[in-house]
T-cell receptor, first 110, second 114 residues
Framework: DQQVKQNSPSLSVQEGRISILNCDYT??????FLWYKKYPAEGPTFLIS?????DKNEDGRFTVFLNKSAKHLSLHIVPSQPGDSAVYFC?????????FGQGTRLTINP | EAQVTQNPRYLITVTGKKLTVTCSQN?????MSWYRQDPGLGLRQIYY???????DKGDVPEGYKVSRKEKRNFPLILESPSPNQTSLYFC?????????????FGPGTRLTVT
């Protein structure tokens, strides 16, 4: 039973354009949502997060949107840069546990 | 430098031979956790610990053991490894007062069981 789902295994975007990564969840007890970025041969690194009491959080080029009624989370990267090419994981927390999606491989084309 | 370290980084072993993967953090974090990453399945939590001497099962605990005798260390033990435990393993720790929020990850341990 996959509680957090990223339905797009991969996404290709042109440099300078907007990248939008999506994530859906099923457990309404999740109270905190996060995005992680992972390069090959490295551990995931924290990117941005949002509490369930908010609907938007922005940090530089990265914005996370939360739609609680739809149980949907998205990450917007504007403008996309070559260094953004990586695997992105969304994750949800119920305070004790962090549940990850399957990941989306983002490729930024020059 | 604040970090989570794991050893070994790479390990090839045979079925049934007990092994331990060590994890250590120098950030005085209360929360620590182990994950495995498999293709198409993302990261799945094996065990977590919200403080010293407090551990609990994650989503895929079968075949694994952990202990938390001191705050900085959280070793993962495979008593009798099997080929389906071939995976990429990550240790992580969190500064959020023992909660599973933003976590720092180690570099990973690639385990192959033949």
């Amino acid at each position: 039973d996959q509680q957090v789902k990223q339905n797009s295994p991969s996404l290709s975007v042109q440099e300078g354009r907007i990248s939008i990564l999506n994530c859906d969840y099923t457990n309404s007890m999740f109270d905190y949502f996060l995005w992680y970025k992972k390069y090959p041969a490295e551990g995931p690194t924290f990117l941005i997060s949002i509490s369930s009491i908010k609907d938007k959080n922005e940090d530089g080029r990265f914005t996370v949107f939360l739609n609680k009624s739809a149980k949907h989370l998205s990450l917007h990267i504007v403008p996309s840069q070559p260094g953004d090419s990586a695997v992105y994981f969304c994750a949800a927390s119920d305070n004790q546990k962090l549940v990850f999606g399957q990941g989306t491989r983002l490729t930024i084309n020059p | 430098e604040a970090q989570v370290t794991q050893n070994p980084r790479y390990l090839i072993t045979v079925t049934g031979k007990k092994l331990t993967v060590t994890c250590s953090q120098n950030m005085n974090h209360e929360y620590m956790s182990w994950y495995r990453q498999d293709p198409g399945l993302g990261l799945r939590q094996i065990y977590y610990s919200m403080n010293v001497e407090v551990t609990d099962k994650g989503d895929v605990p079968e075949g694994y053991k952990v202990s938390r005798k001191e705050k900085r260390n959280f070793p993962l033990i495979l008593e009798s490894p099997s080929p389906n435990q071939t995976s990429l393993y990550f240790c992580a720790s969190s500064f959020q007062g023992g909660k599973a929020y933003e976590q720092y990850f180690g570099p990973g341990t690639r385990l192959t069981v033949t």
